[in-house]
């Protein structure tokens, strides 16, 4: 088998594996400061019940996408060892970055929100698990930047057949760092409100902590109507025009346009084929496509046919993996507005079909960010770093495609036992539920004497 080939699918699978949990801890850790914070502020012991809860569940997250981010840095000196060659000295900053502002932050307030209730004031334990939100959100920025780097690379020069860095805020604020950031940390967070609705979904149809699964809906489902739509808009639409006008083939084999067209539609639905690339049962929408890229209905889109045949990325993968995310998408927006309007006829608590949907889709919207990924990396096929290095000269020329197959099976297999010892874990911890909290007086946090 070939070894390019073998790497990539080892990649894919230890990049994806870990993407399942990073959202989650991203948007949960959201959720519980707002928990935590109303129990603060209200005196609220329902809002602190269920704040200590969804933060054990957070820590269990974080430690499992802790241990499964790690691998993947592995890989790149080892199956990637001539991608490291060419982009060590750029590549290598963001990632020292994320482990020194964001890893050792989010990671060091986790203890002291853990360990920290009754033993620290109120204000100083939110203030904890404030700084463990922030820290996970400034880690994502770090690793979105340096991915960024790869789709739009700014700030280098090509010296000696490496990219040596010459500016490094051009390099981390590249063209596509911000619109690619919002949108991730965004979906982040409907992951956080899908996950603690789900949750709460389940205790209600079990008739269990009802006070604690009511107030964790209200804030998950308001919080994650709200974020929902701003997926959509702005973060999407910006995303989406950032890379009509820097990725102009991955933007027409999202969409489907394989030839160029003035007045382009979008697509909504359609059954992709190649080679020759063609949409089947097509349902579109006419010129929408080009107002939404460019702001006029008129605007001329290009097509795929206007690329050379050797730079233009898998059609069938990078189409229907981006419509699924905008299908699965507007799923989400349309559950949570449906939960909403129950909630404020106060008809939600007893509806078994929308409190059923609510379980069931927990993993709709880390579905949604494993195929939104796909999109991203695939439709950048075949370069690794756009119109620099392609993937298949970035491998490395030493390990065989034996020894990756090998590595492919062991990793498969860890996997797999990882992600069945964290569901175990997580369905014991949500079967026990909520604890009492312990009354004791706050002791104060003497920061002088320490």
């Known amino acids: 088998m070939d070894a390019v080939f073998l790497a990539r699918v080892q990649f894919a699978m230890t990049a994806g594996f870990h993407f399942l949990f990073p959202p989650v801890s991203i948007g949960l850790a959201w959720l519980v400061v707002i928990m935590e914070g109303l129990g603060w502020k209200k005196k609220s012991e329902i809002y602190q019940k269920a704040g200590k809860f969804f933060g054990k569940l957070l820590a269990l997250t974080f430690a499992v996408g802790v241990a499964t981010g790690i691998v993947m840095e592995f890989q ?47 204000g100083v334990h939110w203030f904890s698990a404030l700084m463990v939100a922030f820290g996970a959100t400034l880690s994502a920025f770090w690793i979105i930047a340096a991915n960024s780097w790869q789709q739009t690379p700014a700030g280098y020069r090509i010296n000696n057949n490496r990219a040596e860095l010459t500016s490094f805020f051009d390099a981390v604020f590249n063209e596509s760092t911000l619109p690619r950031y919002f949108h991730t940390v965004d979906a982040a967070l409907m992951c956080g409100a899908f996950f603690v609705a789900g949750i709460a979904a389940y205790y209600l149809l079990r008739k269990q902590h009802l006070e604690v699964a009511k107030s964790a809906m209200k804030v998950a489902v308001i919080f994650g109507l709200i974020v929902s739509v701003m997926e959509v808009f702005p973060f999407g639409h910006v995303h989406a025009q950032q890379v009509a006008r820097t990725q102009p083939e991955k933007f027409a084999a999202i969409e489907g346009l394989y030839t160029t067209q003035t007045g382009a539609p979008v697509v909504l639905f359609a059954i992709p084929s190649a080679p020759p690339p063609a949409l089947h049962a097509k349902i579109e929408v006419p010129k929408l496509l080009s107002y939404m890229a460019f702001g006029d209905v008129n605007a001329k889109v290009r097509g795929i046919n206007e690329f050379p045949k050797d730079e233009i990325p898998p059609l069938v993968m990078t189409f229907v993996s981006f419509h699924t995310m905008v299908g699965l998408g507007m799923f989400m927006i349309l559950v949570l507005a449906w939960a909403f309007i129950s909630m404020r006829k106060n008809t939600l608590w007893e509806n078994k079909k929308l409190l059923k949907i609510l379980l069931w889709s927990i993993p709709v919207p880390v579905l949604a960010c494993q195929v939104g990924w796909m999109a991203a990396e695939i439709g950048r096929q075949p370069w690794i770093v756009y119109k620099l290095l392609r993937t298949s000269f970035a491998a490395s020329i030493t390990v065989s495609a034996g020894e990756i197959l090998f590595s492919i099976i062991m990793f498969g297999i860890i996997y797999l036992s990882l992600l069945g010892l964290y569901i175990f874990l997580l369905a014991k911890e949500v079967k026990h539920g909520p604890e009492e909290l312990k009354k004791g007086a706050p002791v104060k946090l003497e920061l002088e004497e320490a």
């Open 76 to 122: 790149f000196g080892t199956n990637w060892a001539e991608y490291s060659k060419f982009v060590g000295d750029i590549f290598g900053a963001p990632l020292a970055a994320e482990g020194v502002f964001a890893f050792f932050l989010e990671s060091g307030f986790l203890g002291l929100y853990l360990f920290g209730r009754n033993r620290v004031s109120k």
